[in-house]
């Protein structure tokens, strides 16, 4: 059982999305075949070390969307309670950590879909450690000594676990 004082976040890039319609714009890009079956593997992956969210926060871009729907299904969270944050997509390192900060210390375990390079640079900026691009559909968790996200600091989260779909 995780203690008070730490919370533990989960860094997903989103899957691998589609390119197939140029006609659509970015925010509008569904994911691929390869997208759309290793969205639901990931999820399986966390379900079967019992991984829980208390939140999900995600870019409302829908391959972000989508991703966040497929992992939340196979880890038993309503995707309807998917929260849709619009600074989410296409943010910089400084607006994602704000994002972090400002969620509820009510949620110990907080999972955050994104977009590279935003969300690679955020799990280098606040983990112990360097990673050089989190791959579609990469999931990074990170734990911090923290009783609240405005507590989480630079450097101070402890990586737990680095995942993506080609690593096994």
Not at 85 to 113: C, D, K, M, W
Request: charged content about 25%; overall charge positive.
């Amino acid at each position: 059982m995780i203690s008070d004082r730490v919370r533990s976040l989960t860094l997903i890039r989103h899957a691998k999305s589609s390119w197939d319609h140029p006609e659509l714009q970015d925010f509008d890009r569904p994911l691929n075949r390869r997208g759309l079956q290793n969205a639901p593997m990931m999820g399986q992956r966390l379900a079967a070390v019992s991984y829980r969210a208390d939140t999900i926060i995600s870019s409302p871009a829908r391959r972000a969307i989508m991703t966040a729907k497929s992992i939340a299904a196979e880890i038993g969270f309503e995707p309807n309670n998917i929260v849709q944050n619009p600074l989410v997509y296409g943010a910089s390192l400084g607006v994602l950590t704000e994002v972090v900060r400002e969620i509820s210390s009510r949620f110990r375990h907080a999972v955050l879909v994104g977009h590279n390079p935003g969300i690679t640079q955020l799990c280098n900026f606040l983990g112990d450690s360097q990673i050089d691009s989190l791959p579609t559909c990469g999931i990074a968790r990170m734990e911090f000594d923290a009783r609240s996200w405005e507590d989480v600091f630079p450097k101070k989260g402890h990586l737990v676990e680095f995942d993506y779909p080609k690593k096994r």
